[in-house]
């Protein structure tokens, strides 16, 4: 790979002051505001996550409502899903896909700033529904109708919200699209993109296919509440069944929407640490892509317990565990990436291993509940919680660290602390599993989701899970601290960082220009 | 120009989206009486309900609930629990609905039946379904209602049950 | 921080030797019904597939995290795909899947099967209560949360929910159904979803307004079993158990007796003339049942949501209104219309308590009869 030495002349810096983020259509300072959004949002989200856990140390209440409970669960799963983890994959993405695939910038630069800006508004018309008369949202995060007419002030706040955080999400990856299909430097072809562009490039269209279905779902929701329509009302003709069909129709393909960029991010880390080429990247490609598809035609298994007829229970049944064969062969390829490889474990490598471990649990969890008659058991228990907990905390939210550790020195120009890196890996590692290890446990032995208070044989389990929880959240502030001492300095980055990273985006210098690639390298 | 129709294409791709989320009501509707998903019953009119054979060797037993939505002011039960049935012949059965309150008021009653594979094959031909039923202050009336099961009904279906759910439409004031 | 895990870890050590606490409960129910067993060892068979899954993956991990190490000068290998081996984990696995979709698709085929049911039982589900309906015998009645569960529960009720019986799973009327017949439940709704879940019977189905679901039970072995609410249903969906007892047939058929014996007495209640004191008595008693999960245990409610008793207007105004507003509700509102679940007695009672308890004193009784006239 050859890059062009860029025409010096073009080269002109930021803008001075607030003006620069809020007019900003540079691909590096939007997917660093994307990513400063999220881990605000992350850290708003956890406080609920802890108030959550401090009401379940103990059987009895002691510090919330039964009501404000339920909005603590509804919003932190809001939060977490649209406003921390989404917002962070697209951050890496408006930073990394140019870099990598040699673009000066994403295709839309403009419309990249408006998706950004829409995002703190949503955001804050989110939590502002904790102020308003009737509290926030307190229906769970799914909105099933008819709980969620019951919805106070809130309501219309939420629907609003939600359709704000869609827009965003669609422009963003129409403009991910248009990028890697429009932008790419000569010579990189489809099949030589790096695996995180392809990943990014796959759930870009599963976002642009599911978030307008949501949109209509909830648009569905608020006609119902105040215009007298009947989608979900039996009374009219309606069925209240028929909004969990739509809502997760959208849902379960969002859900690879949090974990299939997550997938992308690790197969370019373990590599670079293995010093050893990524194994099966063609399979991996055909592996995203078929879980992709298959995640159109598994919704249902979210809601086998509603009454559905045999022959739907089965083929639901049977296509969600046919996910695991893509799944596995992704696990068993970055296990063979790492076979015989020349491995070191700096802290990018260790969340990567952490994620492959822990995401692979989380996934064997799926699999015991993708069937049917197992799952009568297990639905709505802390089973359930358990295992989506395991797919995007040490899954999802392990591979966005993991990515911030393996560019920060590239971002930044400053090596982060290697050992408080490392230290922050152990810590949030061993606290996740205390965290969410027991919830197997209370689920299996009967403990029903989404309840304040519980029966006194499930208090030491979740004892231990509220220690773990608050060991968690004080290691991210951690996470926060390495964050901000590399931005302010630090030992100096080399261009290539690592020894064994490879791609486009390690030509470039630490920090890189602000603009980058203005002339495209070619890739032989 | 062609990055501008790509792009054209994109925006087209939520757009038909967020249409193909309203289009799931009519699909699933379609879908529901293929399948008797929800439980909604199929439906046959009179002259085809007398083209039907009665299966002699097959009795089923039909039971009847009902229940009140919302608690709302309203007496309502069937006037039999259970009924004993041949497939391909009509019956009949009651409900008797009484409105507690010193008002007008306007009630609609949804079927369901269980279990879901025979819905499809329970059909009927006189209903107080679906449609809005006006009820003077404290008025007491007796809904008829016709129905037929199909003798194409599966053979593992020895009990079917119908149910109504009443929901208040309004109350004038 | 490591102070706070020492405060952490002091805790929970205190609270594992209280004793109280001594279930440790990591598994699944078997449970009391064939269905149940069968569920349990398909959980087990998978659960043992994925862990020989994950002892293969893992154990390749962690070998070649410990030899194929810089550290250790392990050269990296080059090589970068194999189709074979590519083609040997797609294939084995989906004959994996096979293995395990046979027996599940036969388990699930049984279960959703509920022909030749001996007796149905109409479970509907309420904001935040069940009702059972014995549509044949002619028996129907709500269960709701044990008062003393209740008050346990409530911040800074100073009880320890470790002195409270069956905390949260206790019900003041338990569903009852015979042993070894097959119970046939249907399930609806009156407001919003609910999921009816009892473990020992791997039963688990929603309740969903307007439509009616079903599933069934035979039950091995006498006993009592409990279970929760499973499909978040608003407030108090953490507060809404479900108990089931398992009896002999004769046994059975004498608690029907009784059942219906008392709805006789109940009858009878309703035509004498009630003095202050049974009023109040009784009163108290259905409000700690049925108005205290909105209004609250001193009728104070919830600012901006539900509305107080103490010193209302309604409950401090005239008796129509107030008896108008518990027997037909307020539609729009969460306020339920009780005519439909209360007996003229218990209407009278409540309404009684709520005029002269609570902090209020008009000092009038409303009698069984009064309701009755109403009805």
């Known amino acids: 790979m050859n890059a062009h030495v860029a025409d010096t002349h073009e080269h002109h810096g930021p803008e001075k002051g607030l003006m620069r983020w809020i007019t900003t259509t540079n691909h590096k300072d939007i997917g660093s505001l994307y990513l400063w959004f999220s881990l605000i949002m992350f850290l708003i989200g956890g406080v609920m996550a802890l108030i959550i856990r401090a009401e379940l140390f103990q059987p009895g209440l002691q510090f919330v409502d039964p009501q404000f409970f339920n909005s603590m669960t509804t919003m932190h799963a809001l939060i977490m899903i649209f406003g921390a983890l989404m917002p962070a994959f697209v951050g890496l993405a408006n930073w990394m896909i140019p870099m990598m695939i040699g673009a000066p910038d994403m295709a839309l630069p403009r419309m990249n700033n408006w998706s950004f800006w829409i995002l703190p508004f949503a955001g804050t018309l ?399 | 120009m062609k990055t501008q129709r790509n792009l054209l294409k994109l925006f087209m791709i939520p757009v038909l989206m967020f249409g193909f989320g309203y289009l799931m009501v009519p699909i699933y509707d379609v879908f529901c009486d293929l399948t008797g998903i929800n439980g909604k019953t199929g439906s046959i009119t009179v002259a085809e309900a007398s083209q039907q054979k009665k299966v002699e060797e097959r009795l089923i037993k039909v039971e009847f609930v009902s229940s009140v939505n919302e608690l709302g002011p309203w007496e309502f039960k069937p006037d039999q629990f259970s009924m004993m049935v041949h497939p391909g012949q009509a019956y009949h059965a009651t409900y008797t609905a009484k409105n507690l309150l010193d008002k007008d008021a306007i009630s609609q009653s949804v079927p369901s039946v269980a279990p879901s594979k025979a819905a499809e094959h329970f059909n009927k031909t006189e209903c107080f379904c679906f449609t809005e039923q006006a009820f003077k202050a404290n008025e007491e009336r007796t809904m008829p209602l016709t129905f037929i099961i199909d003798p194409d009904v599966p053979d593992d279906v020895d009990t079917v049950t119908l149910s109504y759910t009443l929901f208040t439409k309004s109350i004038k004031s | 921080m490591n102070k706070l895990i020492q405060i952490a870890v002091g805790m929970m050590g205190a609270a594992f030797t209280s004793g109280a606490y001594a279930a440790w409960e990591t598994n699944l129910t078997k449970g009391v019904t064939d269905i149940s067993h069968e569920v349990y060892d398909l959980h087990m068979l998978v659960l043992y597939v994925c862990i020989a899954i994950g002892v293969l993956v893992f154990g390749a991990m962690i070998y070649s ?79 709701n949360l044990a008062s003393d569960s209740r008050e346990a529960s409530a911040r800074d009720s100073g009880i320890d929910p470790a002195t409270v019986d069956n905390y949260l799973l206790e019900v003041d009327n338990p569903l009852v159904i015979p042993v070894g017949k097959k119970v046939r439940f249907l399930f609806t709704s009156n407001d919003v979803n609910h999921g009816w879940w009892v473990p020992d019977f791997a039963v688990k189905k929603d309740a969903i307004p307007g439509f009616i679901n079903d599933m069934w039970a035979n039950v091995n072995e006498p006993g009592i079993y409990r279970g929760q609410c499973a499909e978040l249903c608003g407030k108090d969906h953490g507060f809404m158990p479900i108990v089931v007892i398992a009896k002999e047939e004769s046994e059975y058929n004498e608690w029907v007796e009784q059942q219906l014996a008392s709805a006789k007495e109940t009858e009878a209640a309703a035509n004498k003339t009630w003095d202050m004191a049974s009023l109040m008595e009784q009163g108290e008693k259905v409000y700690t049942t049925s108005c205290v999960a909105c209004h609250q245990a001193g009728g104070q409610g919830i600012p901006g949501v539900f509305p107080a008793i103490t010193g209302s207007a309604i409950a401090t105004g005239d008796v129509a209104g107030h008896l108008d507003t518990i027997m037909n509700g307020r539609p729009g509102t969460a306020m339920q219309a009780f005519a439909g679940q209360l007996n003229d007695a218990d209407v009278a009672a409540v309404t009684t308590y709520q005029r002269n308890g609570l902090g209020n004193s008009v000092g009038d009784m409303v009698q069984p009869s009064d309701v009755k006239a109403l009805r």
């Open chain 3, 65 to 143: 995290m410990i030899y194929h190490r810089k550290s250790k000068g392990h050269k990296a290998a080059t090589f970068h795909e194999s189709t074979k081996a590519e083609i040997a984990w797609t294939i084995v696995p989906v004959f994996i899947l096979v293995a395990l979709a046979i027996p599940a698709a036969k388990a699930l085929i049984k279960m959703e099967d509920s022909s030749n049911a001996d007796l149905t039982i109409l479970v509907t589900g309420y904001q935040w209560k069940w009702q059972y309906e014995y549509p044949e015998e002619g028996i129907s009645f709500f269960s």
């Open chain 1, 126 to 524: 989110l939590v502002a529904t904790l102020f308003v008369e009737g509290g926030a949202p307190a229906s769970g995060w799914t909105m099933y109708p008819p709980l969620v007419l019951q919805t106070g002030a809130a309501f219309p706040m939420l629907i609003f919200s939600v359709h704000l955080l869609g827009f965003s999400s669609i422009m963003g990856s129409i403009n991910i699209i248009a990028t890697i299909m429009n932008l790419r430097a000569p010579g990189m072809t489809y099949m030589k993109m790096p695996l995180f562009v392809w990943t990014w490039f796959i759930t870009a269209y599963l976002l642009i296919a599911t978030m307008p279905v949501l949109a209509g779902a909830v648009t569905m929701l608020l006609t119902d509440k105040y215009f007298a329509t009947s989608f979900f009302d039996a009374a009219g003709g309606g069925d209240p069944v028929m909004f969990q069909h739509i809502f997760w129709f959208f849902g379960h393909p969002e859900v690879y929407i949090l974990i299939l960029p997550a997938f992308g991010i690790v197969s370019q880390i373990i590599p670079t640490f293995a010093r050893k080429p990524l194994f099966g990247y063609s399979s991996m490609v055909y592996a995203t892509a078929s879980i992709a598809f298959l995640s159109f035609i598994v919704w249902a298994h979210h809601m086998f317990t509603v009454g559905m007829p045999v022959a739907a229970e089965l083929f639901f049944m049977m296509a969600t565990m046919l996910i695991a064969v893509p799944t596995g062969v992704k696990v068993f390829n970055w296990v063979s990436t790492m076979w015989r490889g020349s491995m070191t474990f700096e802290t990018p490598m260790l969340f990567a291993i952490g994620f492959v471990m822990m995401f692979t649990i989380g996934g064997f969890s799926g699999l015991m509940m993708a069937m049917t008659p197992i799952d009568f058991q297990y639905h709505d228990t802390y089973f359930i919680v358990a295992h989506f907990h395991y797919v995007l905390v040490p899954g999802a939210i392990f591979s966005v660290m993991a990515a911030v550790y393996y560019w920060l020195p590239k971002w930044t120009g400053n090596m982060y602390d290697e050992s408080l890196g490392k230290f922050h890996f152990w810590i949030s590692t061993i606290f996740v599993n205390i965290l969410f290890f027991p919830q197997h446990f209370v689920g299996l032995a009967g403990m029903p989701r989404r309840i304040p208070d519980y029966s006194v044989q499930f208090t030491d389990f979740n004892m231990i899970s509220t220690v773990g929880a608050f060991g968690f959240g004080l290691s991210q502030l951690l996470f926060v601290y390495i964050i901000i001492k590399t931005v302010r300095g630090g030992e100096k980055a080399t261009d290539q960082v690592w020894e064994g990273a490879e791609g486009l985006e390690w030509t470039l210098s630490s920090p890189p220009e602000y603009h980058t690639f203005t002339v495209q390298p070619d890739v032989k």
